[in-house]
């Protein structure tokens, strides 16, 4: 099975040769392809790619002009992919892209299966980010009336066919949360294995910078889910 990994890049210029070289150790499997999409970035992403990525040619870049989400990043990633599985995770460093190499095993121990959904989940956080994250996934699956834990822990880990059911995906960081719950709601086993976190490795977070911008980023998955609660009631 071809996998291919989706990372969304938004002004991540400065990570882009480490994010590179992580995802070196992806070309030693076979099938496999790195897409990495410029999220309409304004700082030199554009130039860096085009500069380092003639020495991994398991990588390729998907350009959106301009900026339009975190979730339409993937998206576009997710729609240009040739893999019968698909990925994404983050391009911050936080999260290491090797990560699907463990997730990849979950798929050849159900002998191929593709029908089922694997995702991360993450240890070794900050203790006020493990609260938040405590909150909101009691806050949904109280709402939702389905189990929904770390609901933004990488990487997604998915088949094609799963992505082709997928019904107006959010464009926003609610992308997370819509494939976590389409899944459940689906009723495709989910397997969830631990992945480290750590620290940025450049530059700062595009919604994590302070707790005005997490109550920015609550608002916003509120409503998405309050949305994703009326179209089940459909």
Request: charged share 20%; proline share 6%.
């Amino acid at each position: 099975m071809k996998l291919s990994l989706i990372i969304p890049c938004y002004n991540e210029a400065a990570n882009l040769p480490l994010l590179l070289d992580r995802c070196a150790t992806l070309a030693q499997l076979p099938d496999i392809e790195v897409i990495l999409v410029d999220n309409g970035s304004t700082d030199n992403s554009a130039e860096v790619l085009q500069t380092l990525l003639p020495k991994y040619p398991h990588c390729r870049t998907v350009r959106v002009p301009v900026n339009q989400g975190y979730g339409f990043g993937i998206l576009s990633g997710l729609n240009a992919a040739q893999g019968d599985l698909l990925a994404w995770t983050h391009a911050d460093m936080q999260t290491d892209p090797k990560d699907v190499i463990r997730g990849l095993e979950f798929f050849t121990s159900h002998g191929n299966n593709k029908n089922i959904y694997v995702k991360g989940k993450r240890i070794k956080r900050p203790l006020a980010d493990v609260i938040f994250t405590i909150g909101m996934s009691i806050f949904e699956t109280c709402l939702l009336k389905t189990r929904l834990w770390d609901i933004n822990a990488q990487p997604n880990m998915f088949s094609r066919e799963f992505f082709k059911s997928w019904q107006n995906p959010p464009h926003d960081f609610s992308l997370d949360l819509y494939a976590y719950f389409t899944a459940r709601n689906q009723g495709l086993p989910v397997y969830r294995f631990p992945v480290e976190f750590g620290e940025r490795a450049h530059g700062i977070s595009h919604w994590n910078v302070n707790w005005a911008a997490k109550m920015k980023f609550i608002r916003r998955t509120m409503g998405f889910s309050f949305e994703l609660k009326k179209r089940l009631s459909k």
